[in-house]
């Protein structure tokens, strides 16, 4: 079946500390894979999106690549802020006319000023 | 406002009550879903409506779970005889159309069952 695996939380970091939380994938066919992320006391948000392989989704200074090779889609970010703190979702969808997304657990950032 | 738009944001039952949730989607999207998100989870789908059509209900736990969409825009989750483990934060995303379009998500409502 489609799973997605994220790195277990939660993550502190320090303010311009530089970011990584891995996402693994297994899928059949070619899925379409974000990242959404949830601010405290708010909804999902998409962050990035990445519809082919060794495509690069990217907005905020937040970056991920489609590895098909290594069925993963890591989320980076130079260097973070205090209001990145939030919990973040990797997900899939899988391709043709498939519609449901399929999420990682989710981990949850804290950033330290 | 522009957004999906759920209600209520907090609903608290007994057990063994009905409880009805309703969403908003945005003005014009065909593509409606429904998730279940325990606490410290992903969200899990439950089901999906394209307008007023139920095509995929796959992630309905039970039949105590029951979604509409008579109209194609608005939608009510409704869950008979509830269950403790029916408390978690239940989310509505709109899209759209079919195909590589976005979904955006309502702020949920927080379902306690007591």
Redesign the interface.
């Known amino acids: 079946g489609n799973s ?1 695996t994220q790195m277990e939380g939660p993550v502190t970091l320090s303010e311009e500390a530089f970011l990584t939380i891995n996402c693994t994938y297994t899928a059949t066919g070619y899925p ?1 894979l ?1 990242w ?1 992320v949830q601010y405290p ?6 962050l990035l ?1 990445a ?1 082919k392989a060794d495509d690069k989704g990217s907005n905020k200074g937040f970056e991920a690549t489609y590895r098909k090779e290594t069925t993963s889609f890591h989320l980076e970010k130079g260097s973070v802020q205090v209001s990145d703190s939030a919990v973040y ?1 990797c ?1 899939l969808r899988r391709g043709q ?1 498939a ?8 981990t949850r950032l804290t950033i330290n000023p | 406002g522009a957004g ?1 738009s759920q209600s209520p944001r907090y609903k608290v039952a007994k057990r063994g009550q009905d409880v009805a949730l309703r969403c908003d989607p945005i003005s014009g999207h065909v ?1 409606l ?1 429904w ?1 279940q998100q325990a606490l ?6 439950l089901t ?1 409506f394209q307008n007023e059509a139920q ?2 209900k796959s ?1 309905l736990p039970s039949d105590r779970f029951f979604a509409e969409r008579p109209e194609g825009s608005v939608s009510t989750l409704k869950i008979q005889r509830t269950q403790q483990e029916d408390s978690a934060v239940y ?1 509505c ?1 709109s ?1 759209l159309a ?1 195909g ?1 379009q ?7 409502t927080r379902l306690s069952i007591l």
Do not use: C, I, M, R
């Open positions: 997605v379409s974000f959404y006391g708010e909804g999902l948000q998409l999106k519809t979702f997900a006319g519609q449901k997304l399929v999420f990682g657990q989710g | 999906v593509s879903f998730y410290g989870q992903g969200p899990e789908f999906y095509l995929d992630g989310l995303a899209s079919v590589n976005p979904q955006h998500f309502g702020d949920g």
